[in-house]
């Protein structure tokens, strides 16, 4: 059974930084995709970063130059450092892999406030 466990959520004063981790397991990490998404109260969950198998990575537009997803394949983990922060980036992040097989798992999600 694949589960991702998110970590490293909290509240930080804008202009702050948090790094989030996403650690997995139950499938073959190194050739799955991870992304990092969110969603704030009221909105629709959306893309926030993600990086391929071959470790091509892709942002939205408002994260760029301040996010950046790595990811560790020894250790099974993805991460997403956040840097900048701004008080619209709170919400709740969610860790996603897509499969080998097509096939894509969510985390529980970890709790991101930024206080002005």
């Known amino acids: 059974q694949v589960q991702l466990v998110e970590s490293g959520g909290g509240l930080v004063q804008a202009g702050g930084s948090l790094r989030l981790s996403c650690a997995t397991s139950?499938?073959?990490?190194?050739?799955?995709?991870m992304g990092w998404y969110r969603q704030a109260p009221g909105k629709q969950r959306e893309l926030v970063a993600a990086?391929?198998?071959?470790?091509?990575?892709n942002y939205a537009d408002s994260v760029k130059g301040r996010f950046t997803i790595s990811r560790d394949n020894a250790k099974n983990t993805v991460y997403l450092q956040m840097n900048s922060l701004k008080p619209e980036d709170t919400a709740v992040y969610y860790c996603?892999?897509?499969?080998?097989?097509?096939?894509?798992?969510w985390g529980q999600g970890t709790q991101v406030t930024v206080s002005s």
């Open positions: 139950g499938s073959r990490f190194s050739r799955n995709a």
């Open positions: 996603n892999t897509r499969t080998e097989y097509g096939l894509m798992y």
């Open positions: 990086i391929t198998s071959g470790g091509v990575t």
